[in-house]
Protein backbone atom coordinates (compact mmCIF):
# COMPACT_ATOMS: atom_id res chain seq x y z
CA UNK A 1 0.00 0.00 0.00
CA UNK A 2 0.85 3.58 -0.22
CA UNK A 3 0.64 7.21 1.14
CA UNK A 4 1.79 10.53 0.36
CA UNK A 5 3.97 11.93 3.07
CA UNK A 6 5.24 15.49 2.26
CA UNK A 7 5.61 14.90 -1.15
CA UNK A 8 6.96 11.58 -0.86
CA UNK A 9 5.22 7.82 -1.86
CA UNK A 10 5.52 5.48 0.99
CA UNK A 11 5.31 1.99 0.80
CA UNK A 12 3.38 -0.06 3.83
CA UNK A 13 1.54 -3.28 4.58
CA UNK A 14 -1.40 -3.67 6.85
CA UNK A 15 -2.34 -6.63 7.95
CA UNK A 16 -4.85 -8.16 10.35
CA UNK A 17 -7.16 -6.35 12.40
CA UNK A 18 -7.38 -5.57 16.31
CA UNK A 19 -4.52 -4.37 18.22
CA UNK A 20 -2.17 -2.35 16.08
CA UNK A 21 1.70 -3.04 16.19
CA UNK A 22 4.05 -0.64 14.49
CA UNK A 23 7.50 -2.32 13.11
CA UNK A 24 10.30 -0.48 12.03
CA UNK A 25 12.91 -2.07 10.40
CA UNK A 26 16.55 -1.35 11.17
CA UNK A 27 19.52 0.78 8.52
CA UNK A 28 19.74 -1.21 5.29
CA UNK A 29 16.73 -3.34 5.10
CA UNK A 30 12.95 -2.99 4.81
CA UNK A 31 9.89 -4.45 6.00
CA UNK A 32 10.47 -7.70 4.56
CA UNK A 33 12.60 -8.39 7.57
CA UNK A 34 9.52 -8.28 9.57
CA UNK A 35 8.12 -11.04 7.91
CA UNK A 36 7.91 -13.80 10.25
CA UNK A 37 6.51 -11.72 13.14
CA UNK A 38 3.76 -10.49 10.74
CA UNK A 39 3.14 -14.01 9.25
CA UNK A 40 2.87 -15.19 13.48
CA UNK A 41 0.68 -12.05 14.30
CA UNK A 42 -1.60 -11.02 12.16
CA UNK A 43 -4.23 -13.09 12.63
CA UNK A 44 -4.89 -11.77 15.71
CA UNK A 45 -3.63 -8.37 15.37
CA UNK A 46 -3.06 -5.49 13.24
CA UNK A 47 0.24 -5.49 11.78
CA UNK A 48 1.27 -2.44 10.47
CA UNK A 49 4.71 -2.26 8.39
CA UNK A 50 6.58 0.45 6.41
CA UNK A 51 9.85 0.64 4.42
CA UNK A 52 11.12 3.97 5.78
CA UNK A 53 11.83 7.02 3.83
CA UNK A 54 14.69 5.73 1.51
CA UNK A 55 14.48 2.32 1.99
CA UNK A 56 12.42 -1.01 0.15
CA UNK A 57 9.87 0.48 -2.07
CA UNK A 58 9.70 3.99 -0.09
CA UNK A 59 11.09 7.22 -1.62
CA UNK A 60 13.89 9.17 -1.27
CA UNK A 61 13.26 12.61 -1.71
CA UNK A 62 16.18 15.26 -1.94
CA UNK A 63 17.07 15.41 1.42
CA UNK A 64 20.69 14.22 2.32
CA UNK A 65 20.07 13.82 6.50
CA UNK A 66 16.96 11.88 7.20
CA UNK A 67 16.97 12.03 11.61
CA UNK A 68 15.38 10.12 13.98
CA UNK A 69 13.29 12.88 14.14
CA UNK A 70 12.10 12.62 10.87
CA UNK A 71 11.55 8.72 10.62
CA UNK A 72 9.65 9.38 13.49
CA UNK A 73 7.27 11.87 12.34
CA UNK A 74 6.87 10.10 9.24
CA UNK A 75 5.51 7.43 11.09
CA UNK A 76 3.13 9.39 13.26
CA UNK A 77 1.77 10.75 9.94
CA UNK A 78 1.63 6.59 9.20
CA UNK A 79 -0.68 6.17 11.61
CA UNK A 80 -2.54 9.52 11.15
CA UNK A 81 -3.18 8.37 7.57
CA UNK A 82 -4.77 4.84 9.08
CA UNK A 83 -6.74 6.44 11.47
CA UNK A 84 -4.24 4.70 14.77
CA UNK A 85 -4.30 6.52 17.76
CA UNK A 86 -2.03 3.92 19.99
CA UNK A 87 0.37 1.73 19.00
CA UNK A 88 2.74 -1.28 20.27
CA UNK A 89 5.94 -0.31 18.72
CA UNK A 90 8.55 -2.27 17.92
CA UNK A 91 11.87 -1.23 16.25
CA UNK A 92 15.24 -3.54 15.35
CA UNK A 93 18.66 -1.99 15.33
CA UNK A 94 18.29 1.82 13.81
CA UNK A 95 14.40 1.08 13.82
CA UNK A 96 14.69 0.65 17.88
CA UNK A 97 16.58 4.07 18.10
CA UNK A 98 13.71 5.51 15.52
CA UNK A 99 11.21 3.53 18.07
CA UNK A 100 12.72 5.50 21.35
CA UNK A 101 12.34 8.85 18.90
CA UNK A 102 8.96 7.71 18.01
CA UNK A 103 7.99 7.18 22.35
CA UNK A 104 9.62 10.42 23.00
CA UNK A 105 8.02 12.45 20.90
CA UNK A 106 4.50 10.72 20.75
CA UNK A 107 4.48 9.11 24.25
CA UNK A 108 0.20 8.94 24.13
CA UNK A 109 0.15 7.65 21.13
CA UNK A 110 3.05 4.49 22.30
CA UNK A 111 0.84 1.70 24.34
CA UNK A 112 4.28 -0.38 24.50
CA UNK A 113 7.65 -0.32 23.30
CA UNK A 114 9.76 -3.25 22.01
CA UNK A 115 13.96 -3.07 21.33
CA UNK A 116 15.32 -5.60 19.64
CA UNK A 117 19.21 -5.45 18.89
CA UNK A 118 19.74 -1.91 19.85
CA UNK A 119 20.69 0.53 22.13
CA UNK A 120 20.04 4.21 23.51
CA UNK A 121 23.24 5.87 23.89
CA UNK A 122 24.44 8.79 21.32
CA UNK A 123 26.92 8.88 19.37
CA UNK A 124 30.65 9.40 19.82
CA UNK A 125 32.74 11.42 18.26
CA UNK A 126 34.49 8.92 16.47
CA UNK A 127 31.54 7.62 15.86
CA UNK A 128 30.27 10.74 14.15
CA UNK A 129 33.34 10.98 11.95
CA UNK A 130 32.88 6.60 10.87
CA UNK A 131 29.50 7.25 9.96
CA UNK A 132 29.93 10.14 7.87
CA UNK A 133 32.99 8.53 6.18
CA UNK A 134 30.58 5.23 5.51
CA UNK A 135 27.88 7.20 4.00
CA UNK A 136 30.17 8.76 2.11
CA UNK A 137 31.60 5.55 0.63
CA UNK A 138 27.88 4.23 0.10
CA UNK A 139 27.71 6.81 -2.57
CA UNK A 140 31.07 6.41 -4.33
CA UNK A 141 30.92 2.55 -4.03
CA UNK A 142 27.55 1.90 -3.71
CA UNK A 143 25.77 -0.26 -0.43
CA UNK A 144 27.65 -3.83 -1.52
CA UNK A 145 31.27 -3.64 -0.31
CA UNK A 146 30.11 -1.81 3.37
CA UNK A 147 27.09 -4.36 3.37
CA UNK A 148 29.83 -7.64 2.89
CA UNK A 149 32.09 -6.10 5.71
CA UNK A 150 28.55 -5.84 7.98
CA UNK A 151 27.59 -9.34 7.35
CA UNK A 152 29.64 -11.40 9.65
CA UNK A 153 28.87 -8.63 12.63
CA UNK A 154 24.67 -8.74 11.82
CA UNK A 155 24.75 -12.90 11.89
CA UNK A 156 26.02 -14.95 14.77
CA UNK A 157 29.12 -16.91 14.47
CA UNK A 158 26.53 -19.96 15.31
CA UNK A 159 23.95 -19.12 12.71
CA UNK A 160 26.64 -18.46 10.37
CA UNK A 161 27.71 -21.91 10.83
CA UNK A 162 24.50 -23.92 11.26
CA UNK A 163 22.45 -21.77 9.35
CA UNK A 164 24.15 -20.06 6.44
CA UNK A 165 21.60 -19.52 4.30
CA UNK A 166 20.47 -16.92 6.46
CA UNK A 167 23.41 -14.72 5.62
CA UNK A 168 22.04 -15.67 1.91
CA UNK A 169 18.55 -13.88 2.54
CA UNK A 170 20.30 -10.81 4.79
CA UNK A 171 23.05 -10.30 2.12
CA UNK A 172 19.91 -10.03 -0.47
CA UNK A 173 18.23 -7.69 1.95
CA UNK A 174 20.99 -5.36 2.46
CA UNK A 175 21.75 -5.38 -1.79
CA UNK A 176 18.37 -4.16 -2.59
CA UNK A 177 18.56 -0.95 -0.37
CA UNK A 178 19.16 2.53 -1.98
CA UNK A 179 22.78 3.85 -1.32
CA UNK A 180 21.36 7.61 -1.31
CA UNK A 181 18.70 6.97 1.44
CA UNK A 182 20.96 4.69 3.13
CA UNK A 183 23.77 7.44 3.34
CA UNK A 184 21.16 10.54 4.73
CA UNK A 185 19.56 7.45 7.13
CA UNK A 186 23.52 7.25 8.19
CA UNK A 187 24.19 10.99 8.48
CA UNK A 188 20.87 11.32 10.53
CA UNK A 189 21.80 8.44 12.67
CA UNK A 190 25.33 10.27 13.51
CA UNK A 191 23.07 13.15 15.18
CA UNK A 192 20.86 11.16 17.42
CA UNK A 193 20.51 12.03 20.88
CA UNK A 194 20.87 10.40 24.05
CA UNK A 195 17.35 8.44 24.80
CA UNK A 196 18.14 7.22 28.29
CA UNK A 197 16.70 10.05 29.99
CA UNK A 198 13.36 9.91 28.37
CA UNK A 199 13.37 5.97 28.28
CA UNK A 200 13.39 5.98 31.63
CA UNK A 201 10.31 8.58 31.65
CA UNK A 202 8.17 6.13 29.29
CA UNK A 203 5.54 4.69 31.90
CA UNK A 204 4.70 1.92 29.53
CA UNK A 205 5.44 -1.67 29.34
CA UNK A 206 8.70 -2.68 27.61
CA UNK A 207 10.27 -5.60 26.24
CA UNK A 208 14.36 -5.77 25.45
CA UNK A 209 15.70 -8.32 23.18
CA UNK A 210 19.36 -8.69 22.45
CA UNK A 211 21.26 -11.78 21.00
CA UNK A 212 24.49 -13.11 23.20
CA UNK A 213 26.43 -12.72 20.62
CA UNK A 214 25.27 -9.36 18.82
CA UNK A 215 28.61 -7.32 17.63
CA UNK A 216 26.36 -4.01 17.83
CA UNK A 217 24.60 -3.81 20.77
CA UNK A 218 25.75 -5.89 24.47
CA UNK A 219 24.38 -7.73 26.97
CA UNK A 220 25.76 -5.47 29.55
CA UNK A 221 23.55 -2.29 27.23
CA UNK A 222 20.71 -4.17 27.78
CA UNK A 223 20.50 -5.18 31.49
CA UNK A 224 21.34 -1.24 31.84
CA UNK A 225 18.39 -0.51 30.11
CA UNK A 226 15.89 -2.66 31.50
CA UNK A 227 17.36 -1.21 34.66
CA UNK A 228 16.10 2.51 33.45
CA UNK A 229 12.76 1.70 32.77
CA UNK A 230 10.04 1.40 34.96
CA UNK A 231 8.49 -2.18 33.34
CA UNK A 232 10.53 -4.03 31.43
CA UNK A 233 11.34 -7.21 30.45
CA UNK A 234 14.46 -8.32 29.07
CA UNK A 235 15.28 -11.57 26.95
CA UNK A 236 18.71 -12.59 26.11
CA UNK A 237 18.95 -15.21 23.17
CA UNK A 238 22.33 -17.14 23.70
CA UNK A 239 24.05 -17.68 20.38
CA UNK A 240 22.41 -15.17 18.38
CA UNK A 241 23.54 -12.02 17.19
CA UNK A 242 22.27 -8.61 15.62
CA UNK A 243 19.05 -10.21 13.55
CA UNK A 244 17.40 -12.46 16.88
CA UNK A 245 13.42 -11.96 14.64
CA UNK A 246 15.42 -14.10 11.78
CA UNK A 247 17.95 -16.02 13.40
CA UNK A 248 15.50 -17.45 15.87
CA UNK A 249 12.58 -16.19 14.68
CA UNK A 250 10.86 -19.18 16.40
CA UNK A 251 11.86 -17.74 20.07
CA UNK A 252 11.33 -13.98 19.18
CA UNK A 253 7.80 -15.13 18.32
CA UNK A 254 6.98 -16.59 21.39
CA UNK A 255 8.28 -13.46 22.93
CA UNK A 256 5.97 -11.29 20.89
CA UNK A 257 2.90 -13.08 21.78
CA UNK A 258 3.63 -12.88 25.49
CA UNK A 259 4.39 -9.62 25.97
CA UNK A 260 1.25 -8.95 23.69
CA UNK A 261 -1.15 -11.00 25.26
CA UNK A 262 -2.68 -8.30 27.57
CA UNK A 263 -3.23 -5.85 24.79
CA UNK A 264 -4.77 -8.37 22.27
CA UNK A 265 -7.18 -10.43 24.82
CA UNK A 266 -7.86 -6.09 25.94
CA UNK A 267 -9.07 -5.36 22.15
CA UNK A 268 -10.99 -8.36 21.79
Known amino acids: M ?6 LRMTYDDFGSGFPILFIHGHLFNRTIWSPQVQSLRWRSRTIVPDL ?5 SECGSDSVFTQESFACDL ?25 EFARAFPQRTAALILAATFAQEETAAGVTERNRVADRMLVEGVVPVGSEMLCKLIGPVTLKNRPLVASKVFQMICQANPVGAAAAVRGRALRRDYRPSLAEFNGPSMIVLGSDDAYASVADGHALQALMSDCRLEIFEDIGHIPNIEDEDRFNRCLHSFLDPFVSSAL
Do not use: K, P, T
Open 53 to 57: RGYGE
Open 76 to 100: ACLLDHLSIDRACVIGFSMGGQIAM
Open 2 to 7: IFVNQG
